[in-house]
């Protein structure tokens, strides 16, 4: 059974999520993962060496293996199982993945 996760929100911008003065709490699997997708290592200032940097594979369909690679040890590093990884470019990748 899937563990829910609840955070602090951000909104579409990367912000923090505010409404009627208040910070936003939620179920924040989803943006977890990007969050990891879209951050290098060294970017996490607790944990300096997780961070796909999906960045660094958008133009390099070549290393679509070592993406996908990359996907599976820092979710996992982070306590996401993966269900799938599937796509043909990096930018059709899709993740099914969830908290242990």
């Given at each position: 059974?899937?563990?829910?996760?609840?955070?602090?929100?951000?909104?579409?911008?990367?912000?923090?999520?505010?409404?009627?003065?208040?910070?936003?709490?939620?179920?924040?699997?989803?943006?977890?993962?990007?969050?990891?997708?879209?951050?290098?290592?060294?970017?996490?200032?607790?944990?300096?060496?997780?961070?796909?940097?999906?960045?660094?594979?958008?133009?390099?369909?070549?290393?679509?293996?070592?993406?996908?690679?990359?996907?599976?040890?820092?979710?996992?590093?982070?306590?996401?199982?993966?269900a799938s990884i599937?796509?043909?470019?990096?930018?059709?990748?899709?993740?099914?993945?969830?908290?242990?």
């Amino acid at each position: 059974m899937a563990k829910k996760v609840y955070d602090i929100m951000l909104d579409e911008t990367g912000d923090l999520a505010i409404v009627n003065g208040d910070l936003v709490i939620g179920e924040s699997t989803l943006q977890h993962q990007r969050l990891l997708l879209l951050t290098a290592p060294a970017g996490f200032k607790q944990k300096p060496l997780l961070g796909v940097d999906v960045g660094s594979y958008i133009n390099d369909d070549d290393s679509l293996d070592d993406f996908h690679s990359a996907i599976q040890q820092q979710f996992e590093k982070d306590g996401l199982k993966i269900a799938s990884i599937v796509g043909k470019t990096v930018n059709s990748t899709i993740i099914k993945a969830e908290f242990k």
